[in-house]
T-cell receptor, first 115, second 111 residues
Framework: NAGVTQTPKFRVLKTGQSMTLLCAQDMNHEYMYWYRQDPGMGLRLIHYSVGEGTTAKGEVPDGYNVSRLKKQNFLLGLESAAPSQTSVYFC??????????????FGPGTRLTVT | DAKTTQPPSMDCAEGRAANLPCNHSTISGNEYVYWYRQIHSQGPQYIIHGLKNNETNEMASLIITEDRKSSTLILPHATLRDTAVYYCIVSSNFGNEKLTFGTGTRLTIIP
């Protein structure tokens, strides 16, 4: 199993450009998440999904949109990139249900720079 | 309000046990304690979790105090590959699947 994969690994955008980050998982997990991590900080949840066709806002959703058209994929979109969105973006997935079945599996991250 | 408090950094000699403390004085009865770690710039990795009993797996042991207001993650024989940022997280997750990561403890294993 590849686990959780993210595409692309690196990207440089200019202010105002748009892009989509792709997250894919092959573990048949119901739940998927997008986090961002700024230098020296912990991870902050952007959006998450508890199943195909459903999404919900996390802690810092502004400026981002998401879609979960297929169970194995979770897309994160930036419609008009801003320098404040320069960050490392991590995707994660987990089995359904709450505690204690709550191990999240993380992807390797996408390093995004907005100039 | 922060749910957990961890020291920002710790050192441990290679081969010794690394004991990472975490305070969670406002933990409620249905909240679990989770530990994750992040090596360099990789995605976080799950280590262990517990409710009120001590737990052990192939990676680490988790000791939770009887009043559940604090816990300690123990890496029994630390290696250089254990150098990472360790996050202690408290969450109930019932109907709300979110983890809140703080800034964690940066553990450095000294050769």
């Amino acid at each position: 199993n590849a686990g959780v994969t993210q595409t692309p690994k690196f990207r440089v955008l200019k202010t105002g450009q748009s892009m989509t980050l792709l997250c894919a998982q092959d573990m048949n997990h119901e739940y998927m998440y997008w986090y961002r991590q700024d230098p020296g900080m912990g991870l902050r949840l952007i959006h998450y999904s508890v199943g195909e066709g459903t999404t919900a806002k996390g802690e810092v959703p502004d400026g981002y949109n998401v879609s979960r058209l297929k169970k194995q994929n979770f897309l994160l979109g930036l419609e008009s990139a801003a320098p404040s969105q320069t960050s490392v973006y991590f995707c994660a997935s987990s089995k359904p249900g709450g505690a204690p079945n709550y191990e999240q599996y993380f992807g390797p991250g996408t390093r995004l720079t907005v100039t | 309000d922060a749910k957990t408090t961890q020291p920002p950094s710790m050192d441990c000699a290679e081969g010794r046990a690394a004991n990472l403390p975490c305070n969670h004085s406002t933990i409620s009865g249905n909240e679990y304690v989770y530990w994750y770690r992040q090596i360099h710039s990789q995605g976080p990795q799950y280590i262990i979790h517990g409710l009120k009993n001590n737990e052990t797996n192939e990676m680490a042991s988790l000791i939770i105090t009887e009043d559940r207001k604090s816990s300690t993650l123990i890496l029994p024989h630390a290696t250089l590959r254990d150098t990472a940022v360790y996050y202690c997280i408290v969450s109930s997750n019932f109907g709300n699947e979110k983890l809140t990561f703080g800034t964690g403890t940066r553990l450095t294993i000294i050769p």
